[in-house]
């Protein structure tokens, strides 16, 4: 029987600076790293078929014993620039909302900021698989990862919610982190931590690696994302955790 660890991942931009660091680190060698959906990730935690996942936020509440394992994870202070809410008019004249069905904490982020910050009443509808093609007049929708990338030149308003965030709460925001639900050995946590780190220190390699016209890597990697989960961004998680609240 194998006693590596089993690491879960995703397959995003914002994530292959970590994905870099594991996979080109000592670290490697003692997990079993696999690729997927969060949601399937959050399942698969759940049923205890891995053991470390980089999952939302937002999936903690539905994961008993979980807790966050790493200093690091997908965090914004300010522009994140790929978690948005786009539109053709202004959020003042915006009647629906469709949420984009890849990521839970960004909808419950689009909820928040709905209710406290810009306190407005709008229908909200689950996305389907082309949803982006129905945004038009008091029609909006929230769109992140890559397809938010290649989106923000397409519409006449993008509302960046990581920065919505910042002005509501003058906090960061932590989109997502490594949790597992069980206790792990604290010299693989070291290792797993090290390995993050590495792939932090070779942004450089990973742009010119990294074919993607449609927004700048390099101010992506170096600006927008913040990988280092401070007592700041700790601050910023808390307080997202207990506004969600509020929206049962």
Not at 66 to 91: E, K, N, T
Not at 101 to 117: D, E, I
Not at 194 to 201: I, K, P, R, T, W
Not at 203 to 224: G, H, M, N, R, S
Request: aromatic residues 12%; hydrophobic residues 40%.
């Amino acid at each position: 029987m194998s006693s590596k660890i089993k690491v879960g991942g995703v397959s995003y931009l914002n994530t292959v600076p970590l994905l870099y660091g594991i996979k080109n680190s000592p670290v490697f060698n003692d997990i079993t790293l696999s690729v997927n959906y969060p949601s399937q990730l959050a399942k698969e935690l759940k049923e205890g078929t891995i053991d470390v996942a980089l999952l939302p936020v937002a999936a903690m509440q539905d994961i008993e014993d979980a807790r966050i394992i790493s200093d690091y994870g997908i965090a914004a202070d300010g522009h994140v620039a790929s978690v948005a809410l786009f539109s053709m008019v202004p959020i003042e004249e915006v009647k629906t909302i469709t949420l984009d069905y890849q990521s839970r904490t960004s909808v419950m982020l689009a909820q928040v900021l709905l209710k406290h910050y810009w306190k407005k009443d709008v229908e909200l509808r689950q996305a389907n698989e082309h949803y982006i093609e129905y945004i038009n007049g008091e029609n909006a929708a929230v769109i992140i990862g890559d397809r938010a990338l290649k989106q923000r030149a397409n519409f006449e308003y993008v509302y960046d919610l990581a920065e919505a965030w910042k002005d509501f709460t003058g906090l960061p925001f932590v989109f997502a982190a490594w949790i597992s639900n069980k206790e792990l050995p604290k010299d693989f946590i070291a290792r797993f931590n090290e390995a993050n780190s590495f792939g932090l220190n070779h942004i450089d390699d990973i742009v010119a690696e990294t074919q993607f016209p449609y927004y700048d890597l390099e101010e992506y990697y170096k600006e927008c994302i913040h990988y280092y989960l401070d007592d700041e961004k700790k601050k910023g998680l808390n307080k997202f955790l207990e506004l969600v609240q509020t929206l049962q």
